[in-house]
């Protein structure tokens, strides 16, 4: 059985940071390209990034390139999220998902599993 547990939300100031972390189990790990989503009240899940499963291409939603940067460690399974210069328009809950054909899909129909979710919360 495949699980996505995250770890790292929170509350934060604008300009401030955050690492969100994602533990995959029940495969193989590497074997998947990862990605995080964010959906924030009244609104569509929106991508945010996307990481191949060797960690060697990474693609990112405008609205945060240069901001945020997704790595991975396939020895830990895990991957993490580090989110830098964050606005209040970065409130949302934050969603990993694995994919195990598509690299940096935009649609939830292209992941097979997703993570929980866990709120993120950015004051002004």
């Known amino acids: 059985q495949v699980q996505l547990v995250e770890s790292g939300g929170g509350l934060v100031q604008a300009g401030g940071s955050l690492r969100r972390s994602c533990a995959f189990s029940?495969?193989?790990?590497?074997?998947?390209?990862m990605n995080w989503f964010r959906q924030a009240p009244g609104k569509e899940r929106e991508f945010v990034g996307a990481i191949s499963w060797s960690g060697s291409r990474q693609y990112y939603a405008d609205s945060v390139k240069g901001r945020f940067t997704i790595s991975r460690d396939n020895a830990k399974n895990t991957v993490y999220l580090q989110m830098n210069s964050l606005k209040p328009e970065d409130t949302a809950v934050y969603y990993c998902?694995?994919?195990?054909?598509?690299?940096?899909?935009?649609?939830?129909?292209?992941?097979?599993?997703w993570g929980q979710g866990t709120q993120v919360t950015i004051s002004s």
């Open positions: 998902a694995a994919a195990s054909t598509t690299f940096g899909g935009r649609g939830t129909d292209d992941y097979d599993y």
């Open positions: 029940g495969r193989t790990f590497s074997s998947y390209h």
